[in-house]
């Protein structure tokens, strides 16, 4: 599981890049309920990237590429409760530790380290306490908080044989987990019971979901997380469900299904559109390129496919220009991925976007959540989709300026496609790419006939 | 789903105990990763309790049976990402609000009202923030905070129709769960493999899980959320599991079966034990009885049973009174259940334990939950169980108090036995009991026989 001497390259590593000593919290569990019933546990990333091991209530300091554990062991009673816990030292020899230290002791050892907020209130405000100061990721972020956020940047950018080696795992079972789904869909009434069958597989693997799924015939909206509508014949059913190793690395799949089994010809079409965006990009992908001209080359398909379709009008090239595209691609072509399922992205556009750029305010690139040269050892997921969202078809401002661009008659012909993505895990590698999630069928005949099996 | 009068009966009744305005918060969702990869979003049970429904980022204020409504619409950019949401308008009609604000009004409205802390950190800043104080359920509250929470638990402790109704459902979809779960044994290699059986079928009825499951072979540890175990033939499964309606109502239910369908002769004589004191509770239960009372009836069964099987020596009322039967029955014999598992316990013992009584210091009995008389309209579990805690049976201090009331010896014979539990939900009624969890065996020969089908 865990590779200790890959953790200390990743401390090394990290020295290498920021001489200041560093402190990094966990978190803590927050109550549901009550105390006792509480969500479970999710430690930091970054805590986890150098850590390794999600250890709740715990910190780590960092410097000179060595690592100090502080956390404090399991209370006398609470194996009554929890069973015998692993102590500190136990902790300290499995993640490789220099020292290790009752969580009191760090408050001793706190001296101009830098850190990075926490993602949990309560554990944020214990951070503000102890460091007697503010935390943010934004601009009036401490000077030493923002260098050391770009270095973890530096080191999470790109992957690591650990790493890769969890997302590969993460990625097979929400492989098979698809598979089930789609399998499953035949028999099954509702968008919950395709869900069940999904998230059912992840959790007999001993995995959790890396982000809230969605599994729904109203594809359209982008991050429905409601499960409920009946499955119909004719319905499109889209599924973005991801799983995620103990250790916390993340997977992204997302498939488009004809709940009866067959794309009608419509659906087919505007299939066989996103499909050639998503191949046509992947291909494209290499060390080097900008990741937003895979963004732009993935629009220009769409455009290009909706043109011979008749849904647009006009040149593909100025469609573009004036981002008609994303009237049904509203979204970017992807994201990083890696311990997070959109990675680092609780540190804002710092991550994803290079040092000087910004979100740009064009409508078919603001919501692009990265914009970088590509670099081997990357993970990132190639999602292109089409979408009729009520939201921005019946918005008059957008029916005015598109008026002469879209075939408003020929569109109508399309109402049964709502929503359609296509999504894989995309490794860069020194010479092109791998494709993470390769097992998975994304031709239209592929999940046709992997339904028709599954009579 | 939700009954509007209901609602407002509920209202009324609170202001007929308390005569001070009232706010309440329904919280937010806690951050995992980042900001939008959030926990599932689960309301205050306060809140819910009087609003109704669950809708984040909301407060009510309550007066003289009105409701007010506080939330913000949702931002139109929104749509995009999440379709078209509810209005503060849509929802102020669905639950019945007398009047409907934007949240930035709260702030005007918050003169000498009483609240409750809810447990996301996050909104818990923003309760002591606006209200310009600290909040707390310990002694040192408010005293207006107390009286508000007193009346609530008066309201709170007996359940109306529409409660019942909730409670019901998910209890309907735990009892199934559990079937599937002693079925789906046989075909199951590990722990994880029988969670996701159930959990998947909880999530196929479109509900969530009410707490997190315990699916373990090690059911000594009490509070086990880990599910990596492999199923050995010769083990007990122990399932505690319970699914949570959409409105926030929970269910808790939990078997012990073998993994090879047949019970040891050892097993099973533990077993009877379990399930003899299990029903004699619940036949005693009725409108007046004390509850600790239950507990004390169901440690003395499990004290003579252990008796008659050699393990213990002596007098069973004895043996209870040095609580020897706690050697192997640690726990409360049950809760109180409603919005929350353990319902209220984010009170404290304020809901569990009669006004003026606290927690035993006595080792068979600290860890009662529940310490009232019970009254008709009260849901309470009932969970005997016997386990070999380690943490216990190891420990010098118990092992030379108890040294001559266990027979060592012959416990070494009931190694396969190293945890069980028979949970039920349990109506006070106003003649004596109604058992909601009735569909669900509990017999050893009834659940050998469930697995011998499910061959």
């Not at 001209?293 to 629009?299: D, K, T, V, Y």
Request: proline fraction near 4%.
């Amino acid at each position: 599981m865990i590779n200790i001497q890959s953790l200390k390259t990743r401390r090394q590593k990290l020295a290498n890049l920021i001489n200041i000593p560093i402190v990094l919290w966990s978190g803590k569990s927050p109550s549901k309920n009550f105390r006792a019933n509480h969500y479970p546990f999710r430690a930091s990333s970054h805590f986890l990237y150098f850590a390794g091991l999600p250890i709740e209530n715990a910190a780590i300091r960092l410097e000179n590429g060595n690592l100090d554990l502080f956390m404090d062991n399991p209370h006398p009673d609470s194996t009554l409760w929890h069973g015998e816990m692993p102590t500190r030292e136990d902790i300290a020899l499995q993640i490789g530790a220099d020292n290790a230290y009752p969580m009191e002791v760090l408050k001793d050892k706190i001296d101009g380290v830098a850190t990075v907020p926490v993602q949990d209130t309560f554990t944020y405000q214990k951070q503000r306490e102890i460091l007697h100061r503010f935390l943010s990721i934004n601009e009036e972020v401490k000077e030493i908080d923002h260098q050391l956020m770009k270095a973890i940047i530096a080191l999470r950018l790109t992957h690591d044989e650990m790493a890769l080696t969890e997302i590969k795992k993460a990625i097979d079972v929400s492989v098979e987990a698809h598979k089930i789904g789609i399998k499953s869909t035949k028999n099954s009434a509702t968008e919950a019971e395709v869900r069940a069958a999904m998230e059912g597989y992840i959790i007999s693997q001993n995995m959790t979901c890396a982000y809230n799924s969605i599994v729904t015939v109203n594809g359209e909206i982008l991050h429905n997380e409601t499960y409920n509508n009946e499955l119909k014949s004719g319905d499109l059913l889209l599924a973005d469900v991801g799983a995620e190793t103990v250790l916390g690395w993340a997977s992204d799949i997302t498939r488009t299904w004809p709940v009866n089994g067959h794309f009608s010809s419509c659906q087919r079409d505007i299939y066989d559109i996103v499909l050639a965006a998503h191949d046509v990009c992947i291909e494209k992908i290499k060390p080097g390129i900008e990741y937003r001209e895979i963004h732009l080359l993935g629009a220009k398909i769409i455009a290009e496919g909706l043109v011979n379709l008749g849904i647009l009008k006009g040149n593909p090239e100025t469609l573009l220009e004036k981002d008609a595209h994303a009237i049904f691609f509203p979204h970017g072509i992807g994201h990083l991925l890696g311990l997070d399922v959109h990675d680092m992205e609780d540190l804002g556009d710092l991550a994803g976007y290079k040092e000087g750029r910004t979100r740009s305010d064009r409508f078919g690139l603001g919501y692009l959540r990265l914009d970088r040269p590509l670099k081997s050892g990357m993970v990132v997921t190639i999602e292109p989709g089409f979408y009729q969202v009520p939201a921005i078809l019946n918005n008059p401002k957008f029916q005015e300026k598109y008026y002469d661009d879209v075939n408003w008659e020929t569109l109508k012909q399309f109402s049964d496609v709502r929503g359609i993505r296509i999504e894989d895990d995309i490794l860069v590698t020194a010479t092109g790419t791998e494709i993470l999630t390769t097992n998975l069928p994304n031709k239209a005949e592929e999940i046709e006939e992997m339904m028709k099996r599954s009579r």
